[in-house]
T-cell receptor
């Protein structure tokens, strides 16, 4: 089992719709969770971090964490064509400097 | 700040040659990470340093790979000898990590390595 798993996609949504991206992780001691966005040919950039169970909202983005189910998700409201990218889920185990990434989900927002 | 600076941006070499990738982290950051990204395996952690000390190199694929961080502002990843399967994008990232809390990683632009 991979430490961090994501559906590779592509996930296609129409412009203005909600895109839902999911991630599961295997290490129960994981404490910090991140969503990075990576445009084709570019480097990953952080868009959201979440540390406790529940929802965290930032503009059009909402991260959701359920540690009991070892599940973290990212919702993108009012999706725009500029949101088309690969979204990487990353987890960090408390007390370490180790950040493990999933293979990413490719999102396509159709105009 | 200029961000994390990597060089070269592109490297094309022949099998068996030595390859050296370079990274300058963001000033003040205490942790540095080397990642490799391929379509098949995604973003893999190779090694990370904290305060210039290698903490975990379990991701380094084999003895052909080595990494150094002689000071807080410079790190190298060396592959000797290089093989075609080493072809990938290599990213360097830095962060200011405090007391084990998860912090944002700042990535460099990456080095696209092609080994022929």
């Amino acid at each position: 089992q991979k430490e961090v798993e994501q559906n590779s996609g592509p996930l296609s949504v129409p412009e203005g719709a909600i895109a839902s991206l999911n991630c599961t992780y295997s290490d129960r001691v994981s404490q910090s969770f991140f969503w990075y966005r990576q445009y084709s040919g570019k480097s990953p950039e952080l868009i959201m971090s979440i540390y406790s169970n529940g929802d965290k909202e930032d503009g059009r983005f909402t991260a959701q964490l359920n540690k009991a189910s070892q599940y973290v998700s990212l919702l993108i409201r009012d999706s725009q064509p500029s949101d088309s990218a690969t979204y990487l889920c990353a987890v960090n185990r408390q007390g370490t400097y180790k950040y493990i990434f999933g293979t990413g989900t490719r999102l396509k927002v159709l105009a | 700040d200029a961000g994390v600076i990597q060089s070269p941006r592109h490297e094309v070499t022949e099998m068996g040659q030595e390859v050296t990738l370079r990274c300058k982290p963001i000033s003040g950051h205490n942790s540095l990470f080397w990642y490799r990204q391929t379509m098949m395996r995604g973003l893999e952690l190779l090694i990370y340093f904290n305060n210039n000390v290698p903490i975990d190199d379990s991701g380094m694929p084999e003895d052909r790979f080595s990494a150094k961080m002689p000071n807080a502002s410079f790190s190298t990843l060396k592959i000797q000898p290089s093989e075609p399967r080493d072809s990938a994008v290599y990213f360097c990232a830095s962060s200011l990590v405090r007391a084990g809390d998860g912090e944002k990683l700042f990535f460099g632009s990456g080095t696209q390595l092609s080994v022929l």
